[in-house]
C-alpha cells in the first residue's frame, strides 16, 4: 500500500501541514534503534511531499505529530530528514544506519519524539514542538528540483507490541522562510 500523503495550507499561507500515512510491515518485534518502514527488503523513505511551498524553498518545522494504529505502544521515535532520498537502510526491522557519510550533506536534520502513550483513544501518539524534547524548530530547504523531504522512522526503544499492517501517520507542520 502506498503512503497517504496530504497538505493543508494555514490562513495566509504562512504556515504548511503536510501528513503522511504509511502502513509498516511489523514483520516481528523491533530491537531498539531498528527502522519501521513499509517493506522487510524494499523499504522506501518516507516522501512529505509539499512541505516546501515550492521547489527549493524552506522553512522551519514547529510541529510534529505521531499517531499509531495499534493501542499500547510506547516507544520512543525519531524522524531523520533529508533533501533527497538517502542511501541509509530504508528496510523494515534492521538496524539504522542514519545518517551514513554519503547522506551527511543531504540531511536537514531530525525529530526526536516523545514516547508514545496509550490514552484510550485506540491509537498511540506523541507530539513535539518548540516547547518539548524534539529538537524542534528544524529549519530545512528543500532540494532545488523538489518540495519533498524524506524522512527513516527510527524506534529508540524496543517495541514487542507491534502488528503486522499496523499504520503510522506523521504530521509535519511548517513556517514559511
Known amino acids: 500500500m502506498a503512503d497517504t500523503v496530504t497538505r493543508i495550507w ?6 504548511n501541514t503536510v501528513s503522511l500515512l504509511r502502513t509498516i510491515a511489523a514483520a516481528g518485534d523491533y530491537a531498539a534503534e531498528d527502522v519501521l518502514s513499509d517493506s522487510a527488503s524494499a523499504g522506501t523513505a518516507m516522501g512529505f511531499t509539499g ?24 516507544p520512543r521515535l525519531t524522524l531523520f530528514l533529508f533533501r533527497n532520498t538517502p542511501t541509509c537502510n530504508l528496510n523494515d526491522n534492521v538496524a539504522n544506519t542514519a545518517v551514513l557519510a554519503a547522506d551527511q550533506s543531504e540531511c536537514v536534520g531530525w525529530i526526536d519524539f516523545p514516547a508514545l502513550e496509550d490514552l484510550g483513544t485506540g491509537m498511540s501518539g506523541a507530539v ?27 524506534t529508540r526503544d524496543a517495541i514487542t507490541g507491534e502488528v503486522a499492517s499496523m499504520t503510522i501517520r506523521i504530521t509535519l507542520t511548517s513556517e514559511e522562510n
Do not use: E, H, M, R
Not at 51 to 74: E, F, H, M
Not at 128 to 135: D, E, H, I, L
Open 51 to 74: 512541505i516546501g511551498k515550492n521547489k527549493g524553498a524552506g522553512g522551519k518545522i514547529t510541529q510534529g505529530i505521531v499517531l499509531c494504529s495499534v493501542t499500547a505502544l510506547t
Open 10 to 15: 494555514g490562513i495566509g499561507g504562512k504556515t
Open 128 to 154: 513535539a514542538t518548540p516547547n518539548t524534547f524534539g529538537n524542534l524548530p528544524l529549519s530545512f530547504n528543500c532540494d532545488a528540483d523538489d518540495d519533498t523531504l524524506y524522512g527513516v522512522l527510527v
